[in-house]
């Protein structure tokens, strides 16, 4: 694979799937995501394609709110832990780095971890649950 010096949706779609896929061979994510998915991951991808390309191309194709679908996750089995955030992380910088030449994968991690601290704000902090935790 190539590196990207640019960001297009072609290569948000492949980050995207990249990571993805690694998020569904992750021992403690992919029940998560399954239970909540299911099998069929073709939608899911298409609509995080469209909230990363909008996060970072400013294309307006999201308009979803990703703080109610997580707090919501906050109450499904398995449940949603702040540690659960750290491996993805993990697992987004390392795809990010993968696809995308250091500035821009830089872009995308510094945004990945602003939403993984937004959301964590909202579904622990806000809502007097476990702290967050902020280990790289």
């Given at each position: 694979?190539?590196?990207s010096s640019g960001i297009t949706?072609?290569?948000v779609r492949d980050l995207i799937h990249a990571f993805y896929e690694k998020v569904r061979g992750e021992p403690e994510l992919a029940p998560i995501f399954m239970t909540v998915i299911g099998d069929d991951w073709g939608p899911h991808?298409?609509?995080?394609t469209r909230f990363w390309t909008s996060a970072m191309m400013g294309s307006g194709e999201y308009n979803g709110n990703p703080m109610a679908v997580h707090l919501a996750l906050g109450n499904s089995e398995p449940r949603i832990e702040p540690r659960h955030?750290?491996?993805w992380l993990r697992l987004f910088?390392?795809?990010a780095t993968e696809h995308f030449i250091e500035p821009v994968a830089a872009s995308f991690i510094t945004r990945a971890e602003r939403i993984?601290?937004?959301l964590q704000?909202?579904?622990f902090v806000n809502n007097a649950g476990p702290k967050i935790t902020t280990a790289r």
């Open positions: 694979m190539m590196l949706k072609d290569g991808l298409e609509v995080i955030f750290e491996i910088r390392e795809t993984a601290e937004s704000l909202g579904m």
